[in-house]
Nanobody, 120 residues
């Protein structure tokens, strides 16, 4: 079981920046991947950015060149630096941690979400 806590959301003007943080903790063998997702009303939750143990990253096309995901392995914390924000980035952002459990399987744990609002 992994606890996931996000922070850093808020209100910002278009063109501004925000930095989201996500801390994962709990009883699990290892945390192999973490990612940021966002979900618009009535739509599927979509991947914004992810990072795995090898430091390989993946980004949605809409945020490439503007957002950067990074991690601090010692703290089991992942960050999302969001620059050049656009009104269409407005959404609730969720952090997911994928951990390998003691049975050899994987568990996905989600945070409660943090609101990002970009005004025009």
């Amino acid at each position: 079981q992994v606890q996931v806590v996000e922070s850093g959301g808020g209100l910002v003007q278009a063109g501004g920046s925000l930095r989201l943080s996500c801390a994962a903790s709990g009883s699990i063998f290892s945390i192999n991947a973490m990612g940021w997702y966002r979900q618009a009303p009535g739509k599927q939750r979509e991947l914004v950015a992810s990072i795995i143990s090898s430091d390989s990253t993946n980004y949605a096309d809409s945020v490439k060149g503007r957002f950067t995901i990074s991690r601090d392995n010692a703290k089991n914390t992942v960050y999302l630096q969001m620059n050049s924000l656009k009104p269409e980035d407005t959404d609730v952002y969720y952090c997911k941690a994928r951990g390998k459990n003691y049975n050899g399987g994987y568990d996905d744990s989600w945070g409660q979400g943090t609101q990002v609002t970009v005004s025009s």
